[in-house]
């Protein structure tokens, strides 16, 4: 079953790791951040061995995104970020696992200070919604 975990985050300035860049991140001592860093290595390494691990990417500055809406004449364009909102999308990773509850204990693994992770399962490749 493939799932996608997407990263929610307001990093000020954008930047990755994006908890490096969040108020909550900077609070945090450079002790707990180098902790947090070799837990997601760890992490990664992990997903990696089994497998499980498929692809990801870290997302540019919102601001340098362009939005294009459907019209009746065509698509109209625009500059900066989909909606008014302090979160924004940073990155996603992609797994593949076994069962949902797997899933579930990877995605709980990504959260971090000043972030939001969303899990959803992918519709192909054995997703539930297939």
């Known amino acids: 079953m493939k799932y996608v975990i997407l ?3 307001n990093p000020e300035p954008w930047g990755h790791p994006t908890e490096h860049y969040t108020a909550e991140g900077r609070a945090q001592s450079p002790e707990d951040r180098e902790k947090a860093d070799r837990a997601f290595d760890a992490l990664m390494e992990g997903l990696v061995a089994s497998g499980e691990f498929v692809t990801a990417e870290a997302l540019a500055d919102p ?6 809406r459907w019209a ?27 069962s949902p509850e797997r899933a579930q204990e990877i ?3 990504f959260v971090g200070p000043g972030s939001a992770v ?7 490749g054995g997703g ?3």
């Open 128 to 130: 539930p919604d297939e």
């Open 72 to 98: 009746p004449d065509g698509h109209v364009a625009t500059d900066g970020p989909y909606a008014e909102t302090k979160e924004h999308l940073a990155g996603f990773f992609l797994v593949d696992v076994a």
């Open 118 to 124: 969303e899990l959803r399962p992918a519709m192909w």
């Open 63 to 68: 601001a340098s995104a362009t939005l294009y």
């Open 107 to 109: 995605a709980a693994q």
């Open 7 to 9: 990263i929610h985050s």
